[in-house]
């Protein structure tokens, strides 16, 4: 007698076993840093920066430490300052598209949690990072992992927006309206990123739904989708996005002010790009990290800046690549050693509740 086969039209995996499930594939983080995918996707980068850089002209390797070791350290540890501001503030933000979408998630949480999930991008290609925040939200409250993954979306829409709006505006007072061919090309990119980001929200929130149903999909996938759309959009309230907006811009000011202070510091001779331009440099290099190949756009970024500052402002081969070792060293291998300490030592990571969970626990019963 044959077996019978399983019947197409019943249901399948609840909701919440699809994401227990995804939480169990998380838990392989530390075997996925170990791999030697993983490994090359770090070194390889590095060995072709090292490659291209040798060929630029004028590029002058034993230049490039005297060149780095003259930099201004309080000027330093300003950018190193100014580029740490932006965590709270990060963490802030999430806040309030966690609490938004309906859950619960003080701003001191929220910032160990973007910390340490940047400390994976730094490690880990394709953006994992964004993904083990969720994680690390989901085991230590009893929130949907889909609707967080929905809040961590409508997050990086507003990053994208910022970065676009701000470095056009940006790049327009740098070049007082006179734009180089090449300048004008990163514009036309810009302007299309807009109109696709904006053209796939109003389809997500118009035709998403019933895009999902019509599909053969079992209904715990339209449960799933269902908590996703709930993230994305019930975090983004009318009262909340005028603070939103306001945070998203300081943001990125402090990334732009980071790479300022490091120009600054270090001196260089005819360099002088000035804030519009700072800010230019700076969300045009943050625009080349989504680009996910690589752990935090390694190679991508480094090649993006090097062009525009040699290039576009006439920056030496020499002190472009002094700007960008230093860029890099504050805003990816601080986050790299200091990220591991937070790793090692949060208790977020071990799933033992966020603070407010924990505080309301210690506190005494109350008598009847």
Known sequence: MSATPPDATQPGPSADELERAELVAQLSLTRRLRRPRTIVSLLLPIALLALVYMSLPGFNLSE?????????????????????VGFPLRGIRWALLIRGAGSRLGARDATEMIFISWLVNCLVPAKLGDLYRAYLLKINSPVSLSRTFGTVFIERILDLLAIVVLGLASGFVSFR???????????????????????????????????????????????????FEEGVFGAVGLRALPILVVVTGLIWATEAARLYLVIDALGLPGVHLGIS?????????????????????????????????????????????AIILVDRAISVLSVIVLGALAYVVSPLRQGRGLRDTRRMAALPASPD
């Open 64 to 84: 490039l430490p005297g060149t780095i070791l003259a930099a201004n350290p309080l000027l330093l540890l300003a950018a190193f300052a100014m580029y740490y």
């Open 177 to 227: 309206g006179r734009l180089p061919d090449s300048v004008q090309v990163v514009f036309a990119v810009g302007v299309g990123l807009v109109i696709v980001l904006a053209a796939g929200v109003l389809t997500l929130r118009n035709f998403g739904r019933r895009l999902i149903v019509r599909l053969p999909l079992p209904r715990s996938v339209a449960d799933l989708y269902d908590r």
């Open 277 to 321: 331009g700072a800010f230019f440099v700076a969300l045009t290099g943050s625009l080349l990290t989504a680009v996910p190949f690589t752990p935090a756009g390694l190679g991508v970024v480094e090649v993006g800046v090097v062009g525009l500052l040699t290039v576009i402002y006439g920056v030496s081969a020499t002190g472009a690549g």
